[in-house]
């Protein structure tokens, strides 16, 4: 049986420092960000891959080149960091193979995959998703209240922790501790050359540990022929047009979200230019129920000369048909009405219901409602009570009670807010949040297509590494020079 295309191999060093691993999160942030660049890009090309695949049968090369160089990049920096500290070897900022450092990648050239894989390539990896999550994942555990939570270590942040602890304290790493770890990074690297479709075969569930892949069998391919020279062309345009993509995609995804928010808004307004909100249950023991603190500034700035923005319109109806009232005053003036009287204030909502916080007091009754002087606009009625008032800057409460003031309330609450037509700038918004998104997929994949070109014909890493830097292939004036283990 051939061994499987993706080729992983690590060596360890053989002096590692007792604590250089504290501090490498820190050194790795360029890394980090790089790789964050290099991994949106990653996911755009695939998905032109998955397309290139399906319509034509064919995986672009420069794609392929991109895409593998990211997983060689990102397992030389999980090599170095929190994946296995297995060297302290900075890792080079390339896609390139290193020939000379200690963690490799290596992806064979195989038969085109099949059309319908990209339909279901995502689907047949879930299992190993699992597997892999468990294995990389920390567990958390939470009583029925949600009060107890409990975060176990996952068995590679456990086997993590532990090697850290022996290099810090007696300097050796615990050699069955770093082929487990590379054993689950070269599952992690298989899977993913799968669901990116570097490799057409199936990923095989087993761990195989060490930093050599298992022995080839007997009909396994030849190692591959050296590596073609570099290409001297420059690199910067392609890395420009990838991180300006990346960077366009942010205010894309923001200027196509506002759109979408808007039209939904406008989709919601009556005629009058009034959208409602969905209806609240309110239920009190206390003599009135309060919105607070509620703040508006600068009102003067967005409903100035447009006579369909800044109403506002709130609606209590009582599920008993008992008279309710509701009016919205400044919020001085509601602290000094129902001081030292006890009511529920509401602070936020959880999956559609009123969270309450009691406001210390005696509960009793206010004296009449509607026949307080400060309201700025109210409403009161049998059954049903609906205030409407033009918004001011200023602090303000809402009050819901019962007309006479009675301790007991209980309505339903709807509030509304009166909006312009947004159709145009909503729809202006999505359309520039389109056209912005595909020049940064535009960009992207012009990046990554430049980059794929320029480190296409990676070598073959069969073989420890040497022990000095990256050799390239030597002129062909000059013989062949036998290098001794």
């Known amino acids: 049986m051939n061994r499987y295309p993706v080729r992983v191999q690590a060596h360890p060093d053989e002096s590692p420092s007792r604590w250089l691993w504290l501090v490498k999160w820190l050194l790795l942030i360029p890394h980090y960000l790089a790789l964050l660049v290099l991994w949106t890009g990653l996911v755009v090309l695939t998905a032109v891959a998955y397309l290139a695949v399906l319509f034509t049968g064919r995986y672009p090369a420069p794609i392929r080149a991109y895409n593998t160089g990211v997983l060689r990049w990102t397992w030389r920096v ?69 009060d107890v939570r409990t975060t176990t270590f996952s068995v590679v942040g456990a086997a993590l922790l532990i090697a850290g602890l022996a290099l810090l304290f007696t300097g050796r790493y615990p050699a069955g501790l770093h082929d487990l770890l590379v054993g689950v990074a070269r599952w992690n690297l298989r899977v993913a050359a799968y669901l990116t479709l570097l490799t057409p075969r199936y990923p095989p569930f087993r761990l195989d540990q060490g930093g050599t892949e298992p022995n080839p069998g007997p ?111 400044p919020q001085a003036a509601i602290d000094a009405w129902l001081a030292g009287t006890a009511h529920d204030e509401l602070i936020g909502m959880t999956a559609g219901t009123a969270d309450f916080s009691r406001v210390a007091g005696t509960i009793q009754a206010v004296t009449d409602p509607a026949a307080q002087p400060f309201w700025l606009a109210s409403a009161a009625g049998p059954g049903d009570a609906t205030l409407q008032w033009r918004v001011e800057s200023g602090e303000y409460a809402v009050v819901v009670a019962n007309a006479d003031g009675s301790p007991g309330v209980s309505a339903d609450v709807r509030g509304a807010v009166q909006v312009p037509d947004l159709t145009a700038l909503g729809g202006g918004l999505l359309a520039a949040g389109i056209i912005v998104g595909l020049t940064a997929l535009g960009l992207i994949l012009f990046g990554g297509v430049g980059l794929g070109r320029r480190h296409s014909g990676p070598p073959s890493p069969d073989g420890p590494p040497p022990a000095a830097g990256p050799i390239g292939p030597a002129p062909e004036q000059v013989p062949p020079v036998a290098v001794g283990s």
């Open 78 to 146: 999980g090599y170095y960091g929190y994946q296995a500290l297995g060297t302290d070897r900075y890792p080079p900022f390339t896609l390139a193979d290193d020939a000379g450092y200690p963690a490799r990648l290596h992806i064979d050239a195989s038969e085109p995959p099949p059309r319908w894989l990209p339909l279901v390539a995502w689907l047949f990896a879930i299992p190993h998703l699992v597997v892999l999550g468990a294995l990389t994942s920390a567990t958390t555990w939470s009583s029925g209240d949600g």
């Open 219 to 329: 009909d396994d391919p030849p190692p591959a022929a050296a590596p073609r020279p570099a290409r001297t062309t420059s690199v910067a345009g392609p890395v420009v047009a990838l991180v300006a993509g990346v960077l366009l995609l942010v205010p894309a995804a923001g200027l196509g979200a506002g759109g979408a928010v808007l039209l939904a808004l406008d989709s919601g307004r009556d005629s009058t230019g009034y959208v409602t909100s969905p209806t609240l249950q309110l239920t009190s023991t206390t003599a009135a129920i309060t919105a607070e603190n509620l703040t508006i500034a600068d009102a003067d700035l967005w409903t100035r000369d447009i006579a369909d923005v800044g109403g506002l319109r709130v609606t209590a109806t009582s599920p008993t048909s008992e008279a309710v009232f509701v009016g919205i005053a």
